[in-house]
């Protein structure tokens, strides 16, 4: 039972490069998340999915973009990185209905130089 | 603004009970409260959640009071593996889960 699945664990990246964070879920959930979470703080949504084929922007989107490829991927794209943008993202799923728990991945640690 | 209000921190004995308060006086009638925890260096984990009846699982349970503007999680025996951050959150209709600081639960052996 995999769940939800984040690639690369760990990635070092210099200020202006880009990147692309992976996710993936074999759950069959139609909803999925990206959040950062900053040392200290709860996390903060950045963008979401509630179905294949829509996203929308959560609480911090500036700076990022995301592609929900199919139902099972949602990928979160750094065009340009910042140092602010030194983070820990999480991405998460969720199945249909009413009050039903996310799930989430163990995370992409990012640090902008 | 789904806001709920839990302490920052608590402390517990192994293999004792212990009941993590949260407040959420707001809440409305359709929103369910949702308890995640986050070990170190790992994703937030589900842990509970309810509507208006009290819940139980195998890892804890969910007591919510009559009038639904606060709950407790209760551990009904705590563990070093129970030490964590514990975040109490109401979910509407919206898609989104707001995230707070949530609550340190500190462990003594």
């Known amino acids: 039972n995999a769940g939800v699945t984040q690639t690369p664990k760990f990635q070092v990246l210099k200020t202006g490069q880009s990147m692309t964070l992976q996710c993936a879920q074999d759950m069959n959930h139609n909803s999925m998340y990206w959040y950062r979470q900053d040392p200290g703080m709860g996390l903060r949504l950045i963008y979401y999915s509630a179905s294949e084929g829509t996203t929308d922007k959560g609480e911090v989107p500036n700076g990022y973009n995301v592609s929900r490829l199919n139902k099972r991927e949602f990928s979160l794209r750094l065009e340009s990185a910042a140092p602010s943008q030194t983070s820990v993202y999480f991405c998460?799923?969720?199945?249909w209905g009413l009050g039903q728990p996310q799930h989430f991945g163990d995370g992409t640690r990012l640090s902008i130089l | 603004d789904a806001k709920t209000t839990q302490p920052n921190s608590m402390e517990s004995n192994e293999e004792e009970p212990v009941h993590l308060p949260c407040n959420h006086s707001?809440?409305?009638?359709?929103?369910?409260i949702h308890w995640y925890r986050q070990l170190p260096s790992q994703g937030p984990e589900y842990v509970i959640h309810g509507l208006t009846s009290n819940v139980n699982n195998r890892m804890a349970s969910l007591a919510i009071a009559e009038d639904r503007k606060s709950s407790t999680l209760i551990l009904h025996r705590a563990t070093l593996r129970d030490a964590a951050v514990y975040y109490c959150i109401r979910q509407g209709g919206s898609e989104k889960l707001v995230f707070g600081k949530g609550m340190k639960l500190t462990v003594n052996p």
């Open positions: 707001t809440i409305s009638g359709t929103d369910y």
């Open positions: 998460a799923s969720r199945g």
